[in-house]
């Protein structure tokens, strides 16, 4: 089984097409969806409903609380708040039902999935240290927990040895441990690396790789000028940062 595993696309139209491209030419059995599709970009709609064509298995971010009212626009900065707020007033009654019932943690098919941590994942904590990682891991039922919301790729193992941290790239899932991916962003990359990030797992081979693809940055730029959101989040793309 192949599993193709995204996340933060935040409404980057030009970065879901281009992943989705990628992921055309890998063998994908099935598509997982780590939170944040909405947020901060100018196509809300659109990528929802590119998410939702193929089929994803998909929890909840805190951008699309936000969205939907789920969560307070308090939470966020000001850039945040406005993207969040203008967010809201795009989206059609049928985008805004389908974002208001996508559940917060999945686990299923060996794996589990959420956009922050297990541990309180309504609270949409950041995972960046392994102490952070310890509360996931001790709520973790299955080898393998899939994870966003940082924008980071990157790995943590739990062995007997204690709890290892290590940048994204391949990981080979051996017995006895178990792993939080981290894949990234598709849509709002903020490891300087500004193409847009995603991840394959191989069931059969035992693997994890998260992959790059370059897309149109500065449509997407433009496109996010163009709507009226703060151009700062159309700059930021630029960098990947």
């Not at 951008?63 to 966020?76: C, E, I, K, P, R």
């Not at 309504?122 to 966003?148: H, K, Q, R, W």
């Not at 790729?153 to 051996?174: A, D, Q, R």
């Not at 990359?189 to 069931?203: G, H, M, S, V």
């Amino acid at each position: 089984m192949r599993y193709g595993i995204f996340s933060d696309i935040h409404s980057n139209l030009e970065a879901l097409d281009a992943v989705t491209r990628a992921y055309q030419g890998e063998g994908i059995d099935k598509y997982l969806c780590v939170g944040d599709i909405v947020g901060y970009a100018a196509n809300p709609v659109e990528c929802i409903r590119r998410v939702r064509e193929l089929g994803a298995v998909i929890v909840a971010g805190n951008h699309d609380w936000a969205s939907v009212g789920l969560l307070s626009v308090d939470y966020f900065n000001q850039f945040s708040r406005e993207a969040a707020v203008w967010t809201g007033n795009m989206l059609d009654e049928d985008s805004r039902n389908f974002l208001k019932e996508i559940p917060l943690v999945y686990k299923g098919d060996g794996l589990t999935l959420a956009h922050g941590t297990l541990d309180d994942p309504g609270d949409f904590n950041y995972m960046l240290d392994p102490y952070a990682a310890s509360l996931t891991f001790a709520l973790l039922e299955t080898v393998i927990c899939f994870v966003g919301h940082t924008h980071v790729p990157g790995v943590f193992i739990e062995s007997k040895e204690g709890i290892l941290c290590k940048e994204g790239g391949n990981t080979v899932i051996e017995k006895g441990n178990k792993y939080i991916i981290n894949t990234g962003s598709v849509g709002q990359p903020r490891d300087e690396d500004p193409r847009a990030a995603y991840c394959i797992y191989d069931t059969d081979k035992k693997s994890v790789e998260i992959k790059r693809t370059s897309y149109d940055i500065q449509g997407a730029r433009e496109s996010i000028i163009s709507a009226g959101l703060p151009g700062f989040l159309g700059e930021r793309l630029l960098k990947g940062r």
